[in-house]
């Protein structure tokens, strides 16, 4: 994918040094200048009158985060009522909020329709069903999106695909046309769309083609059916090898591809739900050195966060980039970069070339504003990290 940076935005990373030796570590830092370009670099590249981008709440609930993407004017997708009322305390307007998820629970569900969310969309038919009944004790018509398993292959860790037959996720296409009809005729129900995501982490844009062939298909099957929006989903991937380089993903690039290859019905809309995309490249994991360590085979660069607060090299053997942001050395050396977690999984990097590093040192986790914070754990009873913004809180 060519992630080149439009607009004339040269990005590099810069740290306040000094703020962050005060600040307790580990701690997220969020650079809020690049969090706003980026919002700029996504509203100018969607600026199709049928597009409408919703901001994927699960990859960064930080308040500081959700209310400056909130200001921004994007919508909210969410999973859980938690992150529904997070996105309508951080700012975002209820009817702008969709909520997903396989497992909606019935007081989930009624709390939501109970705060005007706009759309609730459904993964199966049993859901369909509770949300039915919900929705007719209420007395309310709940505004309903179907999330079908669209089964594009989206290249990415099996972890985190989601459109493929044997993931838990959406409805399979041979078991939809009931479920329309449904929709279509029961009284409780305001039909709004279908619902489609591919999976994360979505560097080569093919499998977007491919979706927008599959919904094009789709709708001609449907014909007669009023689908007012199509929804699909999110995923698009970020560099984390070189964020520097691409601090902004190529959003021209990935909305081009839905301009050019959806055909949409008249007064159709689309939506899209992007999380990492637009919050990944602005936050880092800051950590201090607790010890340089010489082992037998290697050395190890122990540090003050483990998988705990960042958790994604340990699941899903992701590797963030490591910066020494406090050394002045000029010669460098191999090392293993690992947490202080009782697991041989806490390992940030291995043979990781860094400038000599000292007990002391600050190292950057770069790329993390995205399932980095979110996903943190108290486990082996460690604290929760912070937070810390270029501007402001
Ligand atoms: N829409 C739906 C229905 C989703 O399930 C997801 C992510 C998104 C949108 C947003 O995807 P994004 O644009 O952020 O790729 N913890 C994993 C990622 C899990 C993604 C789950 N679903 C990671 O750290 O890579």
């Known amino acids: 994918m060519d992630n080149t940076v439009r607009g004339g935005l040269t990005h590099a990373a810069s740290f306040p040094v000094e703020r962050l ?31 409408r981008v919703h901001y994927a709440v699960k990859a960064n609930t930080n308040p500081g985060i959700l209310s400056r993407v909130a200001a921004a004017g994007l919508g909210a997708d969410t999973v859980s009522i938690g992150e529904v009322e997070a996105a309508v305390a951080a700012g975002f307007p209820a009817a702008d909020i969709v909520f997903a998820g396989v497992g909606k629970t019935d007081r989930e ?64 296409l041979s078991m939809l046309r009931p479920l329309m009809e449904r929709c279509r005729d029961s009284e409780h129900l305001d039909f709004r769309g279908l619902h489609f995501h591919i999976g994360s ?20 099957e449907y014909e007669g059916f009023p689908i007012p929006w199509i929804n699909v989903g999110g995923g698009l991937g970020i560099d984390y090898a070189d964020p520097d380089a691409h601090p902004i993903p190529d959003f021209d690039a990935y909305f081009e591809i839905f301009a050019r290859h959806l055909q949409l019905r008249p007064d159709q809309e689309v939506h899209f739900e992007l999380g990492r ?3 990944a490249q602005c936050g880092s994991l800051i950590t201090r050195v607790t010890y340089v360590k010489q082992g037998v085979a290697k050395k190890f660069v122990i540090v003050d966060a483990g998988m705990t607060d960042l958790i994604r090299p340990a699941l899903y ?21 690992v947490g202080p977690v009782c697991e041989s999984s806490d390992c940030f990097g291995r043979d990781e070339r860094l400038p000599i590093t000292h007990r002391g040192d600050l190292l950057a986790l770069r790329s993390a504003g995205a399932y980095g914070e979110v996903m943190a754990s108290a486990y082996n009873c460690r604290t929760l990290p912070g937070s810390l913004f270029s501007e402001g809180d």
């Open 21 to 51: 030796r005060e600040a307790e570590t580990p701690l997220y830092y969020y650079d809020t200048r690049l969090l706003r370009q980026t919002l700029d670099a996504v509203n100018t590249a969607a600026s199709h009158p049928a597009f």
């Open 317 to 337: 053997q992701a590797h963030h980039k490591i910066e020494n942001i406090t050394s002045t050395a000029t010669e460098e050396a191999v090392y293993d970069v």
């Open 109 to 172: 569900i009624t709390r939501a329709l109970r705060l005007g969310v706009g759309c609730l969309n459904v993964e199966s038919a049993e859901e369909l069903e509770v949300i039915i009944e919900i929705a007719a004790s209420l007395g309310v018509k709940a505004p309903v999106a179907l999330r079908v398993n669209p089964e594009v292959d989206a290249h990415t860790h099996h972890y985190i695909t989601t459109g493929l037959a044997e993931n838990k996720f959406g409805i399979a």
């Open 201 to 220: 982490q979505v560097t080569d844009l093919t499998p977007y083609r491919l979706l927008c062939e599959r919904i094009n298909a789709l709708q001609e």
């Open 277 to 279: 995309a637009i919050v």
